[in-house]
Structure formats: C-alpha cells, structure tokens
C-alpha cells in the first residue's frame, strides 16, 4: 500500500497540531520528563565506559552499569563535597561579612542621595515596605523552598536508577526502535542512533570543557584583584555558568557576597564585575563557538528560542535540555527526507549567496 501523499497546506497544519499536543503533554508531565531526559543524556556520557567494561573487561552488564553509575556519582559527590568544605570555612567570616554588608549599603545609601535626591530615611521606609510584602508571602516561600528541596532529593535518587537502567536495557531499546520500522530503513536508524550518541558525548564534554576553562579563568581574575576565596567562587562560576541567562547573574551575586568577608570597598566590587564581564566576552566569543557550537550545528536563533521555551516549559532543567533535544530533532530531521527542511532551518549553515530562479511559461 502507497503512503497517502496530502498537500503542505494539510500537512502543515497536523505537523503544527502535533507540535502542540507534543508541548502539552511534555509541560504536564515536566517532572518525569526532566528526569527521564536527563537520565537519558548521563547515560549516553556513559555508555563508552560501559561498553569497555562489560566487553573489555568482562563485567556483567549489572555490574558495568552499577560501576558506570557509582563513578559517575562519585565525580558528582566530590564536586559538592568540595563546595561545602569550602561554604563552611567561609561561614566562619560570616560576622565580617556582615560587618562588610552594612558598610557597603550605608555607601549604596550615600550614593543614591547623592546623585538622585532620595533621603536616607524615604529609602529605609521603601526597603521596609518591600520587606513586609515578603514576609506576608514567607509562608508560601518556605513552602516553596521546601517543595524543591524534595524535588532535588528525588532527582538524586531517581536521576541515578533511570541512568542504571538505561544501560542496562539499552540493546533493549534499540532493538524495540529497530521492530518500529522498516527493515530497508534500519541502516537510516543505526545512522541516526551513531550520530545522536556522537553528538550528545561531544555537547557534554564540550560543557564540561567550558566549565572547566571559565572557573580557571574567573578564579584567576579573582585572586588577581585579591579575592579570599577565588578557587571556590571560581568553580561555582563555571558550574552555574552551564544555566543559560540568569547562571551567571546567580554567580556575581554571589561573588560580591562572598568579597565582602575581605573588604567592603567598591573598587572590589568593580573589579568582580570587570572579571565576570571578561570572562563572559571570552566565553560567549570564542568558547561557545569553538567548543560548544560546532558540536551540536544549530543556529543561535533556534537555540535562543529552544531556551527560552524550555525555561517556560521546566525551569532550569528545561534550559539545560534544550540544546540536546534540538541537536537530536536535528539528527533526525536531516536524515528523514520529509523533514529535512526543518533540519536545515535548524542548522548554521550560511549561504553566500542565493538567486531565485524564475522560469518564464511562454
């Protein structure tokens, strides 16, 4: 039986429906989602140390995947092990910091008479004011805070099972993909199974890459300008630097909250946002271009929208996503003849020139 061929007019707009129902079920059900997807990209990270260890080595498969996860974990534990140490020394300087804070915003207080006429006292009242309407909603925000805390406790629990068994099945999955389709097309989904583990283990390792350079980069820009604690807030740069958009505005907050244990002088302040604006200029003019986009091939106009749509749709998690399952639509789309328009929509690919062509009817 030949496939029914409709019109773009009627394909368009099932294409569009599809995309929405797709969107919609994906919001309602972000939780297990985030956590299925993310599970998902460890994995892929992790399937060449399976693979060598279950065919290299020999373990059994429970065992390589047990191995993979525990390493993986480990790797993890001693990052936050590291910050923690480093957060309860630092919680020592905390009478300083205070002493430091109240210095800094009694200058802030000078500042602002000074260039823009508002008393002191008319800015304490409007402080105040903003104060009260948070402690009225303090309800709601601790139980917010607590509501993500078990979120994250979960992740941590259930992020980890998820990557396990994905390891574990993973000739499963792929064998149940294979049953799904043709056997003439079985050589497009092999190509595309290839491509989407090359490109995934390659995105990964190009963030780990470029977490790793921004949190040299800023630790030495900090310790230059005489920060008490620049390896620290160095490594929490480039982590939180992986958090499009706001990663970075989280990480000079708490830059400058951190400066405060040493001294309360602006130029200190100054030369932290001269740091992070250097680095930041590196980062997004050389590093992503370099590291990160020439490994997933998508145009920055997509990838802007992917983010923000995936911010909508899951938080951080989404914006972290993003860039993956757009890599992944793309691998897909190129490889589908019907959709390799929209793969090429999706992808950096910059015609020097192009020419309409118009033949005249006589």
Not at 168 to 186: C, G, P, R, S, V
Not at 213 to 233: A, E, N, P, R
Request: glycine share 6%; hydrophobic share 55%.
């Amino acid at each position: 039986m030949e496939p029914v061929k409709l019109p773009f007019y009627v394909k368009f707009p099932c294409i569009l429906l599809s995309v929405i129902c797709l969107t919609y079920i994906f919001y309602i059900a972000k939780d297990i989602f985030t956590q299925v997807l993310m599970a998902f990209l460890f994995a892929v990270l992790l399937v060449p140390i399976f693979t060598f260890l279950n065919t290299k080595i020999k373990f059994p498969r429970y065992l390589a995947a047990i191995t993979c996860v525990l390493l993986f974990a480990a790797f993890i534990i001693g990052i936050l092990a590291f910050i923690s140490y480093q957060v309860t020394d630092m919680a020592n300087d905390f009478e300083t910091i205070k002493k430091n804070a109240n210095a800094f915003i009694i200058e802030v207080h000078k500042f602002i008479k000074g260039n823009f006429n508002v008393s002191i006292g008319e800015q304490k009242k409007y402080i105040n004011t903003v104060t009260k309407d948070s402690v009225k909603n303090g309800t709601g925000t601790i139980g917010s805070a607590i509501l993500s805390i078990s979120d994250i406790l979960l992740d941590s629990t259930i992020i980890p099972i998820y990557t396990f068994l994905f390891l574990l099945y993973k000739d499963h999955f792929i064998l149940f993909l294979a049953k799904l389709i043709d056997k003439e097309n079985h050589l497009v989904l092999k190509d595309i199974l290839s491509q989407i583990k090359v490109s995934i283990n390659k995105y990964i390792v190009g963030l780990i890459l470029e977490m790793i350079i921004v949190s040299v980069l800023t630790s030495l820009g900090l310790w230059i300008i005489g920060i008490k604690y620049f390896i620290l807030l160095g490594l929490i740069t480039g982590i939180l630097n992986l958090i499009p958009y706001i990663g970075i505005l989280i990480a000079g907050i708490i830059t400058v909250l951190a400066s405060l244990t040493g001294s309360s002088e602006t130029s200190i302040i100054l030369g932290i946002l001269i740091v992070n604006i250097i680095v930041q200029l590196i980062d997004n003019n050389i590093l992503v271009p370099l590291i990160i986009n020439s490994k997933v091939e998508i145009n920055a106009f997509v990838s802007i929208l992917g983010i923000i749509i995936g911010g909508t749709l899951a938080g951080i998690s989404g914006m972290f996503l993003a860039i993956p399952l757009l890599a992944i639509l793309k691998i897909i789309f190129d490889r589908i003849e019907s959709l390799e328009p929209w793969g090429y929509l999706m992808g950096n690919d910059m015609p020097s020139k192009f020419i309409w062509r118009i033949r005249k009817i006589k």
